[in-house]
Structures are given as structure tokens and as C-alpha cells.
């Protein structure tokens, strides 16, 4: 489906972006892994993780090259970009899939901890993307036919919203808003962008929750449910689908449908506080409050991570 593309996957080394690098490879691509290899929290960093993706592709008979760039720092995502244009002479597919946990209610939260998941995810997002759209504007006012692609990566948490992760929620709600925004922005290049917000079994989601044990048969958290995702929005015949967010758990793929229009409060010559409030308390006899994540999943089609719930 992919012959002759190539692909960057941003935090390949492991659990979902390792699966997304594997599955394009099988569809043909040629994959750059990067993979900063710190711990989940952002610290340290190891070349292995993304060496040994790279290895495992090539020894599947496909093409990869390994990179160990931080996708938070502008010039590394530059470097990373031209890394696979001299790899292999031209750049197709984006993935944005790197990132971090440091989860703590905001009561508690340091300025660290919003600072670190904020970059890693917001400007780790932006950085490649940046990059990448430079390359595509260029062959597309060169006169090519470009048929480029970002595939983002928000979360559950973000579009929804979840308790102990005001940092990683907003980042991802941020990287949500900004796939919007570089879709239409990029239309004109021929480059589609759109996101997942997914669900999977990996040391992200091993060490915040308690998964409990992988039963018999098919595993709808098996990271690779994800990776499907990605391989047909990379098809050429997916050049007219943009700017969609899509929850994935297991086999449920939804194409999710945030911030539309809702409550409409209308005074045809403004509102006095008075008035409004008087309107508020009567459309809301009961309040009003997010209904949380796990029930966000669950309207979505998905379940709660706890796959026995
Ligand atoms: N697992 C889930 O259920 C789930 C749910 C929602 C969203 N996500 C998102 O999916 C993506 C992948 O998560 P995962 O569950 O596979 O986690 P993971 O920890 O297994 O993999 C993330 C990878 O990103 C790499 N990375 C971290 N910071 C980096 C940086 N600055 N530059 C380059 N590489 C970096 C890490 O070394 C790691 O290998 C993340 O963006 C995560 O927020 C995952």
C-alpha cells in the first residue's frame, strides 16, 4: 500500500509508535525511527530502543534508519527531517507519537512537570510538523503532486479530560486543536493531517493503571490495533480525509466530533448577568460538569483501560 514512501515515526523505539514503524514498513515504507530512549517520564536518554526497531525492520527486508533526536528541540526536529530526506531522498509520512507521563493534581504540580509534558507533546507536535511542511510547500511549488501526511497523536485525556493530568490533557487537547488548524493549512500542499487518540497496552499505560492481565485470543489493547489506524490514512486513496481526530480501542474506530455547536443562550442584544444566570440555572436545573474520561471512552465506542471493565 506503501511502496516507495518514507516515514518518520517520532518515539518508535517503543509500544505504539514501535508497532506504527513496523506496520508501515510491512505496507513498504521506509522508516525513520526516532527515539530519544529516556524513561517514561522524560529522563536519561538510550540509543538502543530506536537501534533495535531500526534492526528488526531491516531484518524483515525493509529499509530504516535509526535517529535519536529530541522532538521538542526545533533543531533536532530539523535534523530529523533531513535525516530521511538524505536517508532516502524524500519525506511522505509524519507520525507525531512521542511522549511523556509526570502526572500529579494541580494542587501539587511543579513547574518541571508542566514544563517537561508540555514540550515534549505541544512543541514535540509542532517542531516536526514545521519542519516537514517546509519540505512539502517546496515540492509542491516545485510543481509535484504531493500526497503528504501527519498523523498526530492526542489521548483520551485530552479530549475528554482526566483527573492527576492537567499537563499531558492539555498538551494532547493542544495537539487536538492544532491538527485543526495545520489540516487546513496544509490542504494546499497536498498534505493531509489528522490524530489519534488511542488506547493501548504499553509501559505508558502499565505503569499509570492497573491493566490487569492480558486474556485469551485477540487483544483489543494490543498496540499494534492502533497502527492500522495510520496505514490507511497514509493510503493515497485517503488524500480527501483531514483533519479528523480518531479514538481507537481495539476494534471501535471512532471519528470523534469535539467542541460543536451546543447549548445556545441568544439574546438578540446581549446579555445582562442577571439574565444569563436567570438562563443558566433554568437550561441546567441539575449544574452542569464534564462527565470524565472513562465515560467519554465508553460513549466512544471504546471501554475503560482496565480491559475487564
Ligand atoms: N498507551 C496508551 O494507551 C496511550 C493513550 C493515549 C495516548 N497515548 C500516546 O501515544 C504515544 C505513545 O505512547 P506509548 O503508550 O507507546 O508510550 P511509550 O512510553 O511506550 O513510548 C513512547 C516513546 O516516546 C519516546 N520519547 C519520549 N520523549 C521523547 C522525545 N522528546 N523525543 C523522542 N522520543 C521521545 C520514549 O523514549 C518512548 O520510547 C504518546 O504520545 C502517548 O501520550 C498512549
Known sequence: MLEGKVAIVTGAGRGIGREHALALAEAGAKVVVNDL???????????APAEAVANEIREGGGE????????????????????????????????????????????????DEWDAVVAVHLKGHFAPTRHAAAHWRERAKAGENVRGRV??????????????????????????????????ELQRYGVTVNCLAPNARTRMTE??????????GWDPLDPENVSSVVVALCADEAQKITG?????????????????SGELFEAPEG???????????????????????????????GRSLRATQ
Open 37 to 47: 530512549g529516556g524513561s517514561l517520564s522524560g529522563e536519561g536518554s538510550d540509543a
Open 244 to 260: 479528523q481526530v480518531f479514538h481507537v480501542w481495539g476494534g471501535a474506530v471512532n471519528a470523534l466530533r469535539g467542541w460543536s
Open 64 to 111: 530504516a534508519s535509526a535517529n535519536y533526536e529530541n522532538v521538542a528541540d526545533f533543531a533536532g526536529a530539523e535534523r530529523l527531517v533531513r535525516q530521511a530526506i538524505d536517508d532516502f531522498g524524500r519525506l511522505d509520512i509524519l507520525v507525531n507519537n512521542a511522549g511523556i507521563l509526570r502526572d500529579r493534581m494541580l494542587v501539587n504540580m511543579t513547574e
Open 151 to 184: 498523523i498526530n497523536t492526542s489521548s483520551p485525556s485530552g479530549v475528554f479530560g482526566n483527573v492527576g493530568q492537567a499537563n499531558y490533557g492539555a498538551a494532547k487537547a493542544g495537539i487536538a486543536g492544532f491538527t485543526l488548524i495545520a489540516a487546513q
Open 271 to 301: 446579555w445582562d448577568a442577571d439574565a444569563l444566570l436567570d438562563a443558566l440555572l433554568e437550561r441546567f436545573p441539575e449544574g452542569v460538569a464534564p462527565p470524565g474520561m472513562v465515560a467519554g471512552m465508553q460513549a466512544a465506542g
Open 207 to 216: 505503569e499509570t493503571f492497573d491493566l490487569g492481565a492480558r486474556g485469551q
